[in-house]
């Protein structure tokens, strides 16, 4: 009666333990129609049954600030579990209810009692469970519950989001990670848990709230986390260990770019520009996790992906790559209406097992963005081919030309040049491309060939070009001495050549020498020495030579693109599939950028960037990263001994300049001189394809490139007590090196300034500048012994005795 009365204060009743009988928990629990004090009620370990819960059932009805039932140990089950599932149903307010060592499927003792009673019981309890929407704790563990009930409970628990913490241990089923009831695990299974294992046999059964799990959050970017096509419709899904790698979709959130800078917001572009802005595309889920370590992957069309820009290491039993993250403990009890990852929201997606099954052993998609050679793509704006700045280089390379200022071609006529030489022709096997890649491949094949001097690697010699275009057909090897095209009048007797219809080498010099006078001075260079768009322009007047001179392009318009197509086509090709000439784009595809070469690399990484870095003699004062120049390179190869018949000097320098990215501007940076680290380690698959490809060795690289890094480091290091690499040369740091190579050239340049300064002043008659500094000091350095003893002595004279006892 007390508590029936609104004067009631008592906000928690504790009536464990007091042998309630079922009319006397009946009695008592007869308050909660009028009672709006209450907030927990505990009544374990008492006797109620049907009567009592008839009518907790009635007041769960109407009240609706109760929060908490525990009645465990007591006899609910049939007719009373059904009743207190009816007032479960409509309550707006209970949050937690511990029916727990309860035989909750239990038959009526009655005689004639139906057997469907228990089955009807959870039935209506399953329905009130699926309508509740307050419930958040919910303990069933230990109440006997057979595959059937725990089926009819299952099917009303999977409408169910709000409740966070269920326990479900001693039933014929188990909880998942996500909140469903599993009749598929046997619960014996789960007595014997192996945390070695980290699968879901390892948490199924464990309580979000009492096992303390966690919410994270997975993010997978398109673009940035791995190659995943942000406008294909195939989903992408999380697979984690926990849930035996089963499939888990992700929702896509697209993140549009912003119009302009007064935007504080990315705005949803419109109908037109969707397409032409697109916006980045992310993969979200949010899930609870258990403390530990917890492994994932992702997929999509069947390919399973790993995300570079989250933790990843090998799996422990498949030995494979795989994402992890290490989740803490969380502190104190879990507040469900700070937790976005709602139970039993979303089901499993359906995969067959097969595919499944090949995915969880499966490596993940290789892909050149997210491997030991991005740093590649930082460094260059994110190119990792040739072909990626083709575009930008023949613009800056068409515009040093004096094509516009000689009137060679006019505006519209260099555009379609500019095309003509950029779009894919057919037949170009190994320049893969365009007729300017083949051009500059070319540039690249004989820049490094003719050289006294280092920087001579980086552009065209005289000497050079008469061997490019003698050997590749555009003209005739010529017969006079070396030296004599160069003579006046030599190209006026070779003019009955150009009326046959073909040119001579005199006629190319003058060509030649056109092509080295500048006109602005931002694109002078050399003028012994051709760079890369003073190559492209004489290639270019050269095919009007052969071609337009020669009256066999007769077109007004476009003569010089088709002249080029011509000369590509009947002398460039052709020479260069004889040559063997390959683009460097079509030997980094088929060689570089390859799944098995990557792993082979990163299994030798620690050794190939320790004798990188001992072997540079720069630093880019940027980024402070070491840059290798080629006199470095060299000489490495040199100390190594990898100089022989199948790779001789020139090969090192034509692998130096192939394995560096084309740049856009040549005069401007010096870019493409010095090697980066993965341009070293271009370079070395370069050097080992070659070796290969001459001794006709069949081996592949993936097997060939630890061996040659394991050589490099024999030949260079020795193995110390310790297991460190200790050089076998003295000085093996190229940065130290230089730093003590100018410093003993400043020494020398200061003594040779002495020695000059001294010559000088012993010629004008002047005192010596060492001895004039120290009489500074000492003056008496420079006196006779007769004025240094009376400056001794004083200038008063003195008797000879006063000079002995001084």
């Given at each position: 009666?007390?508590?029936?009365?609104?004067?009631?204060?008592?906000?928690?009743?504790?009536?464990?333990?007091?042998?309630?009988?079922?009319?006397?928990?009946?009695?008592?629990?007869?308050?909660?129609?009028?009672?709006?004090?209450?907030?927990?009620?505990?009544?374990?370990?008492?006797?109620?049954?049907?009567?009592?819960?008839?009518?907790?059932?009635?007041?769960?009805?109407?009240?609706?600030?109760?929060?908490?039932?525990?009645?465990?140990?007591?006899?609910?089950?049939?007719?009373?579990?059904?009743?207190?599932?009816?007032?479960?149903?409509?309550?707006?307010?209970?949050?937690?209810?511990?029916?727990?060592?309860?035989?909750?499927?239990?038959?009526?003792?009655?005689?004639?009692?139906?057997?469907?009673?228990?089955?009807?019981?959870?039935?209506?309890?399953?329905?009130?469970?699926?309508?509740?929407?307050?419930?958040?704790?919910?303990?069933?563990?230990?109440?006997?519950?057979?595959?059937?009930?725990?089926?009819?409970?299952?099917?009303?628990?999977?409408?169910?989001?709000?409740?966070?913490?269920?326990?479900?241990?001693?039933?014929?089923?188990?909880?998942?990670?996500?909140?469903?009831?599993?009749?598929?695990?046997?619960?014996?299974?789960?007595?014997?848990?192996?945390?070695?294992?980290?699968?879901?046999?390892?948490?199924?059964?464990?309580?979000?709230?009492?096992?303390?799990?966690?919410?994270?959050?997975?993010?997978?970017?398109?673009?940035?986390s791995g190659p995943v096509d942000p406008q294909s419709r195939d989903p992408v899904y999380l697979h984690l260990m926990l849930d035996d790698w089963k499939p888990d979709n992700m929702s896509v959130e697209r993140i549009f770019p912003k119009r302009n800078q007064k935007d504080a917001v990315g705005t949803r572009p419109g109908p037109g520009e969707q397409q032409q802005q697109g916006g980045e595309v992310t993969y979200k889920l949010s899930r609870m996790l258990p403390p530990g370590r917890v492994w994932y992957f992702?997929?999509?069309?069947?390919?399973?992906?790993?995300?570079?820009?989250?933790?990843?290491?090998?799996?422990?039993?498949?030995?494979?790559?795989?994402?992890?993250?290490?989740?803490?403990?969380?502190?104190?009890?879990?507040?469900?209406?700070?937790?976005?990852?709602?139970?039993?929201?979303?089901?499993?997606?359906?995969?067959?097992?097969?595919?499944?099954?090949?995915?969880?052993?499966?490596?993940?998609?290789?892909?050149?963005?997210?491997?030991?050679?991005?740093?590649?793509?930082?460094?260059?704006?994110?190119?990792?081919?040739?072909?990626?700045?083709?575009?930008?280089?023949?613009?800056?390379?068409?515009?040093?030309?004096?094509?516009?200022?000689?009137?060679?071609?006019?505006?519209?006529?260099?555009?379609?040049?500019?095309?003509?030489?950029?779009?894919?022709?057919?037949?170009?096997?190994?320049?893969?491309?365009?007729?300017?890649?083949?051009?500059?491949?070319?540039?690249?094949?004989?820049?490094?060939?003719?050289?006294?001097?280092?920087?001579?690697?980086?552009?065209?010699?005289?000497?050079?070009?008469?061997?490019?275009?003698?050997?590749s057909g555009i003209c005739k090897p010529w017969e006079g001495p070396p030296g004599s095209e160069k003579e006046l009048g030599a190209d006026e007797r070779s003019m009955k050549d150009l009326q046959a219809g073909e040119i001579s080498l005199p006629m190319i010099w003058k060509e030649y020498m056109i092509v080295n006078v500048e006109l602005e001075a931002e694109a002078d260079n050399d003028d012994d020495t051709l760079a890369r768009f003073e190559l492209l322009e004489l290639i270019l007047r050269i095919a009007a030579?052969?071609?337009?001179?020669?009256?066999?392009?007769?077109?007004?318009?476009?003569?010089?693109?088709?002249?080029?197509?011509?000369?590509?086509?009947?002398?460039?090709?052709?020479?260069?599939?004889?040559?063997?000439?390959?683009?460097?784009?079509?030997?980094?595809?088929?060689?570089?950028?390859?799944?098995?070469?990557?792993?082979a690399i990163e299994s030798k990484r620690k050794h190939i960037q320790r004798v990188f870095t001992d072997h540079c003699s720069t630093v880019n004062n940027l980024n402070g990263q070491y840059r290798m120049q080629l006199k470095d390179f060299l000489a490495l190869f040199k100390h190594a001994g990898l100089y022989d018949k199948w790779f001789t000097m020139g090969d090192a320098r034509v692998v130096f300049v192939m394995s560096i990215l084309i740049t856009e501007n040549e005069l401007t940076s010096n870019e493409h001189?010095?090697?980066?680290?993965?341009?070293?380690?271009?370079?070395?698959?370069?050097?080992?394809?070659?070796?290969?490809?001459?001794?006709?060795?069949?081996?592949?690289?993936?097997?060939?490139?630890?061996?040659?890094?394991?050589?490099?480091?024999?030949?260079?290091?020795?193995?110390?007590?310790?297991?460190?690499?200790?050089?076998?040369?003295?000085?093996?740091?190229?940065?130290?090196?230089?730093?003590?190579?100018?410093?003993?050239?400043?020494?020398?340049?200061?003594?040779?300034?002495?020695?000059?300064?001294?010559?000088?002043?012993?010629?004008?008659?002047?005192?010596?500048?060492?001895?004039?500094?120290?009489?500074?000091?000492?003056?008496?350095?420079?006196?006779?012994?007769?004025?240094?003893?009376?400056?001794?002595?004083?200038?008063?004279?003195?008797?000879?005795?006063?000079?002995?006892?001084?």
């Amino acid at each position: 009666e007390f508590l029936g009365k609104r004067e009631c204060h008592v906000v928690s009743l504790k009536a464990d333990h007091a042998n309630l009988s079922d009319g006397a928990g009946a009695s008592l629990l007869s308050c909660l129609k009028e009672n709006v004090s209450l907030r927990k009620i505990h009544l374990a370990h008492n006797c109620l049954k049907h009567k009592a819960m008839q009518v907790l059932g009635d007041g769960l009805e109407d009240n609706n600030t109760l929060t908490s039932i525990t009645l465990s140990w007591n006899n609910v089950f049939g007719v009373g579990l059904q009743a207190l599932a009816n007032g479960l149903a409509v309550n707006k307010g209970l949050k937690k209810l511990d029916l727990s060592w309860n035989l909750l499927g239990r038959l009526e003792e009655e005689a004639g009692a139906s057997a469907e009673i228990p089955r009807d019981a959870m039935r209506a309890f399953a329905d009130a469970l699926g309508t509740n929407r307050t419930l958040v704790l919910l303990d069933l563990s230990n109440c006997s519950l057979d595959i059937d009930l725990c089926g009819i409970l299952g099917k009303g628990l999977a409408h169910n989001n709000s409740i966070f913490g269920l326990h479900f241990i001693g039933n014929k089923a188990t909880t998942d990670a996500k909140g469903f009831l599993r009749l598929d695990i046997a619960t014996e299974d789960l007595t014997t848990e192996d945390i070695k294992d980290q699968g879901e046999s390892s948490f199924c059964g464990q309580c979000w709230d009492q096992h303390k799990w966690v919410e994270h959050r997975f993010t997978f970017t398109a673009g940035h986390s791995g190659p995943v096509d942000p406008q294909s419709r195939d989903p992408v899904y999380l697979h984690l260990m926990l849930d035996d790698w089963k499939p888990d979709n992700m929702s896509v959130e697209r993140i549009f770019p912003k119009r302009n800078q007064k935007d504080a917001v990315g705005t949803r572009p419109g109908p037109g520009e969707q397409q032409q802005q697109g916006g980045e595309v992310t993969y979200k889920l949010s899930r609870m996790l258990p403390p530990g370590r917890v492994w994932y992957f992702f997929s999509q069309q069947g390919r399973v992906l790993c995300a570079c820009d989250q933790l990843m290491a090998n799996h422990p039993r498949f030995h494979v790559p795989r994402n992890f993250v290490d989740i803490e403990p969380r502190e104190g009890r879990l507040k469900a209406n700070l937790v976005m990852s709602q139970p039993r929201l979303h089901g499993w997606v359906s995969m067959p097992e097969d595919v499944l099954s090949s995915m969880r052993v499966s490596r993940p998609e290789w892909d050149v963005l997210h491997s030991i050679y991005a740093s590649r793509g930082e460094n260059n704006a994110g190119r990792f081919l040739d072909e990626d700045a083709v575009s930008d280089a023949l613009r800056t390379d068409l515009g040093l030309t004096k094509l516009l200022a000689m009137r060679l071609v006019d505006e519209a006529e260099m555009e379609v040049l500019r095309g003509v030489l950029e779009e894919n022709s057919s037949g170009c096997e190994y320049a893969s491309g365009s007729i300017y890649k083949s051009i500059v491949t070319l540039y690249r094949w004989y820049g490094p060939q003719e050289c006294h001097s280092h920087d001579d690697s980086f552009t065209i010699s005289w000497t050079e070009c008469v061997k490019f275009v003698t050997d590749s057909g555009i003209c005739k090897p010529w017969e006079g001495p070396p030296g004599s095209e160069k003579e006046l009048g030599a190209d006026e007797r070779s003019m009955k050549d150009l009326q046959a219809g073909e040119i001579s080498l005199p006629m190319i010099w003058k060509e030649y020498m056109i092509v080295n006078v500048e006109l602005e001075a931002e694109a002078d260079n050399d003028d012994d020495t051709l760079a890369r768009f003073e190559l492209l322009e004489l290639i270019l007047r050269i095919a009007a030579l052969k071609y337009i001179a020669t009256r066999r392009v007769t077109s007004k318009k476009n003569r010089m693109a088709e002249a080029i197509v011509l000369l590509n086509e009947e002398c460039l090709q052709p020479y260069m599939l004889a040559q063997n000439i390959e683009s460097p784009d079509r030997v980094r595809m088929k060689t570089f950028y390859k799944e098995d070469v990557c792993l082979a690399i990163e299994s030798k990484r620690k050794h190939i960037q320790r004798v990188f870095t001992d072997h540079c003699s720069t630093v880019n004062n940027l980024n402070g990263q070491y840059r290798m120049q080629l006199k470095d390179f060299l000489a490495l190869f040199k100390h190594a001994g990898l100089y022989d018949k199948w790779f001789t000097m020139g090969d090192a320098r034509v692998v130096f300049v192939m394995s560096i990215l084309i740049t856009e501007n040549e005069l401007t940076s010096n870019e493409h001189k010095e090697l980066d680290f993965v341009d070293f380690l271009e370079a070395c698959v370069r050097t080992v394809y070659i070796r290969a490809m001459r001794q006709n060795d069949k081996t592949r690289l993936r097997h060939i490139v630890p061996q040659f890094v394991s050589d490099l480091i024999h030949a260079l290091y020795n193995e110390g007590f310790d297991g460190q690499l200790v050089p076998k040369r003295k000085k093996k740091n190229g940065v130290a090196e230089a730093k003590a190579m100018a410093e003993k050239a400043q020494k020398k340049a200061n003594r040779q300034q002495q020695r000059t300064q001294a010559a000088s002043d012993k010629k004008s008659g002047r005192k010596p500048r060492t001895l004039a500094k120290l009489s500074m000091v000492r003056p008496e350095i420079l006196m006779t012994p007769v004025k240094r003893r009376q400056s001794i002595l004083g200038s008063k004279p003195v008797d000879k005795g006063e000079i002995g006892s001084r």
